[in-house]
């Protein structure tokens, strides 16, 4: 009887590290449309309104999600009270603060990272191409995000049920 609840215990946590891995993926979609959100939302704010950055990064940190939602305030609020003269700086520190909660590859952060080297250095028309290719970029990484969800998914779910159950089946 004992020894029947270990296995049962063996498979459970076997499935259930599976979904946790299956998570990831669907956690780097998300995060990436809320990426993409926050970009929309900034080309409005800078381009439509003139909104000067940080306050703008201050209105989108509170309409989107953690954890992209702490580091536009936080970048917000560094460049605020002087303490970095540069977005791109203010952002490097606070992704490496919260990478552990951050679920994106290194070619999206390279994507943000080319994204806010030449955001606001050029004039409002350069600004709105550098918008449209930021856009279009993050859109193919979301495309990909969700096919590679989509399929690894459902191949982790399994896969930790399948180990978990040959694991028993061995101690049996």
Partial sequence: M???VILCIITCLSTYLGIMISDRFKKRVTQLKEIQKSIMHLENEVLFNN???????FMIGSKVNSP???????????????????????FEEEYLKEREK????????????????SLGDTNLENQDKVFRLINKRIALNL???EDESKKNSKVYKSLGFCIGSMI???LI
């Fill in 51 to 57: 909104t000067n950055l940080p306050e703008a990064l």
């Fill in 2 to 4: 004992f020894k029947i």
């Fill in 102 to 117: 951050l679920f994106l590859l290194k070619d999206d952060y390279s994507i943000i990272d080319d994204f806010l080297q």
């Fill in 68 to 90: 992209i939602s702490e580091i536009l305030i936080k970048v917000a609020d560094k460049l605020l009270r002087g303490v970095s003269n540069n977005i791109k700086d203010a």
């Fill in 168 to 170: 028993s089946i061995f």
């Fill in 143 to 145: 495309v990909e995000a």
